[in-house]
């Protein structure tokens, strides 16, 4: 379920102060996707009554600059308008983000975010979430639905759920030692006979306390692996089902020796064509490039990014790889230090395409591994060349 | 010196795909279409103050406007490219209009 953004809340839970409006549209929308209570409120001069009607838990200052927002927040401090347990930030230009961090290290604020040019909209949203919890507590704010947040993988997805179920665990037993240890030492009475009651009492607290944690501990542990090594086996068995179907598959499309041999009667043999895998995200250059490398008698496959790249290398023998750099997901230059990690040794010349010719940079990218550049737009005989030369030194 | 860039320089496309008539009016065509949606995307990127995406608008189109030579479009791209690195706001406006002419001139020059 997607939540209508909303910015004018009566009973907001989280307020925006404002001078321009302009300034916090993106802002606003982002808080507004995750927080139904919330509202935007103009500064004027009833400002610190509307706020100290509202009592929200979370107050982002967004005036135009961090000095007007110190002055609003002192004000209304002063004014006993905010007079109740709460969790303030000041948004900030880029400009203004040494002084910002400095209002929040003495103590004025208790978060900053650059929200011009606003970059990181989940820092947003984790600051807001993390002021909801931190000014109500977590009896009272629920936190975010799985719904409200990004589509993961659903492998990734379980592995945070497990790593999240592992910390809290963890904590739990370090609350359990402590209060242990509490209890036994308010059960020590200081008296004459000292060191011969100590020891009982040390000999005691193994017993009773330290041993009982340890095996609970034990037994965590050994759940916790149990549980991982379950996963891993699973994920073993799926990999080795799906290894088996690809094989069946493969065999069922051989053809058999006697149709092959009837082809080709009367052929010469011609070396298989070489496959090449085009990784570029603008589809009008990809496509240029495949009907050069097709037009030369090489097989082409195509993907539109780092990550479908990693993903068809699997089980495939491409004798090269056009990969553009600059990419979303994942550039050409992770996706080359993630295919060498990946491709069991298997080294699969990597030709960058490139629109920047500086030195360093492709000293760089020699370093990763990548075997040539292609500079965009190169032409025909240029990149056909490049190819060449890579599958020929590989 | 660096000669001035043309609006469409036909030898780009025919020295990279060859002299095919009907592929270099497929991929001009495409060009306009991808061109024009772009356009409105780093529009919108200005208008949210969001210079990385802005940036990464421009280089995407950049790449396909220099391949089928339509150099005067590349070249406000790359400045644009440029400018939204800088995070230089007025320029990238001054940017973005100018694209849109030069766009508007290619389209004209493609049609005619």
Redesign the interface.
């Given at each position: 379920m997607t939540r209508k953004p909303s910015v004018a809340s009566r009973h907001p839970e989280v307020i925006m102060l404002y001078e321009k409006e302009e300034d916090i549209?993106?802002a606003a929308n982002i808080i507004a996707e995750q927080v139904e209570e919330y509202r935007t409120v103009p500064v004027t001069r009833l400002v610190g009554e509307q706020i100290k009607e509202h009592k929200p838990s979370v107050i982002l200052f967004a005036m135009s600059s961090v000095k007007l927002s110190i002055e609003l927040y002192t004000k209304m401090l002063k004014n006993q308008q905010i007079a109740y347990r709460h969790y303030a930030i000041v948004l900030c230009k880029?400009k203004e983000s040494a002084l910002a961090f400095r209002s929040c290290i003495k103590g004025v604020f208790d978060n900053y975010f650059v929200y011009?040019?606003?970059?990181e909209k989940f820092r947003l949203k984790m600051i807001v979430h993390n002021g909801l919890r931190q000014s109500q507590g977590d009896d009272h704010y629920a936190g975010l639905d799985d719904d409200q947040l990004e589509r993961i993988d659903t492998n990734l997805s379980s592995l945070i759920e497990l790593s999240s179920q592992c910390k809290r665990q963890l904590l739990d037993s370090v609350d359990s030692c402590k209060a242990s240890v509490q209890q036994s030492t308010e059960q020590l009475e200081p008296g004459e006979e000292g060191v011969t009651r100590e020891k009982a009492l040390v000999k005691s607290l193994a017993k009773q306390h330290i041993e009982p944690l340890l095996t609970q501990l034990e037994l965590e542990i050994k759940d916790g692996l149990d549980l991982i090594l379950a996963q891993l086996t699973s994920r073993h068995s799926e990999i080795k089902d799906i290894k088996q179907k690809v094989i069946d598959k493969q065999q069922a499309k051989i053809p058999t020796q006697a149709l092959v041999s009837s082809l080709f009667e009367n052929q010469e043999a011609k070396p298989p064509k070489k496959k090449i895998l085009v990784v570029?995200?603008?589809?009008?250059?990809r496509?240029?490039i495949v009907?050069?490398l097709e037009?030369d008698e090489y097989d082409t496959e195509q993907a539109c990014d780092g990550l479908t790249a990693l993903k068809m290398i699997k089980g495939n023998d491409y004798a090269l790889i056009l990969m553009?750099l600059?990419m979303?997901h994942l550039d050409g230059i992770n996706t080359t230090k993630q295919l060498k990690a990946q491709n069991d040794g298997k080294d699969i010349p990597v030709v960058a395409l490139t629109?920047n010719n500086n030195r360093e940079l492709i000293k760089r990218w020699a370093q990763v591994g990548l075997k040539g550049y292609i500079l965009?737009?190169?032409?025909?005989t240029e990149?056909l060349q490049a190819v060449k030369t890579a599958i020929e030194y590989s | 010196m660096k000669n001035s860039p043309q609006i469409l320089n036909p030898k780009i496309m025919r020295d990279l795909i060859g002299n095919d008539p009907a592929l270099i009016t497929q991929f001009k065509q495409d060009f306009v279409n991808q061109a024009r949606a772009s356009l409105r995307e780093l529009a919108t990127h200005y208008n949210n103050r969001e210079f990385d995406r802005l940036k990464q608008g421009a280089h995407f189109l950049k790449t396909s406007a220099k391949a089928i030579g339509a150099e005067e479009v590349a070249d406000k791209l790359q400045q644009l490219e440029l400018a939204s690195r800088e995070q230089e706001l007025s320029r990238c406006k001054q940017l973005i209009i100018q694209l849109k002419n030069a766009l508007q001139s290619l389209i004209e020059v493609i049609n005619s």
């Open positions: 549209s993106g880029n011009l040019p606003l970059y570029e995200d603008n589809q009008i250059y496509e240029m009907k050069v037009h553009d600059y979303p629109s965009k737009p190169s032409n025909r990149i | -």
